[in-house]
């Protein structure tokens, strides 16, 4: 059975710190990785794919991989209230797309 | 361009009845993928639909069932509705199989 753990949570980080999400998938065959961003009661939005060994940055958002150590991680620099919400991984392991159970993250003011 | 829309986006039910879904893709996308998503659950993938045909499917029972129309619009089909079938039913589009999803806003299902 092919798995993408995510603790649950919640992850508590004090407004303008850096938030660390992290993702661990079973397959070591699993080829994209996207981190989406879901407000409750909203769908999921895409924050970030990433498809290579290595760090990539969006604005605030820098997502790393290490399929070496089957994990991703998603970093939230000068993390703001607005970004509480519950953060999905989500492995491209074809022919499917395997989804974490997602983190709630919570910025306190 | 515009999103992926889905419609109704609310629905209430009574157990027993069928209920049908429905989703319209960012235009020039051509695959959908339709998911279930519940608070204890998350999300859980039902199918995906490319070029009208069915290409992948969940682990759900026989009466959810899905269609892809020619201009890849998608429905789907809950019958024999169950209190269990309560839920927030998303869908995603792609410009093909294996490609970077976005969703609509989600139909939101209550079975009474």
Redesign the interface.
Known sequence: QKEVEQNSGPLSVPEGAIASLNCTYSDRGSQ?F?W?RQYSG?????IM?IYSNGDKEDGRFTAQLNKASQYVSLLIRDSQPSDSATY?C?V?D????I????TKLIIKP | KAGVTQTPRYLIKTRGQQVTLSCSPISGHRSVSWYQQTPGQGLQFLFEYFSETQRNKGNFPGRFSGRQFSNSRSEMNVSTLELGDSALYLCASSLGLLETQYFGPGTRLLVL
Do not use: D, R, T, V
């Open positions: 994209s996207f989406y909203k769908s999921p939005e895409l794919s999905l989500a491209l074809p022919p499917q797309l989804w974490g159970a997602g």
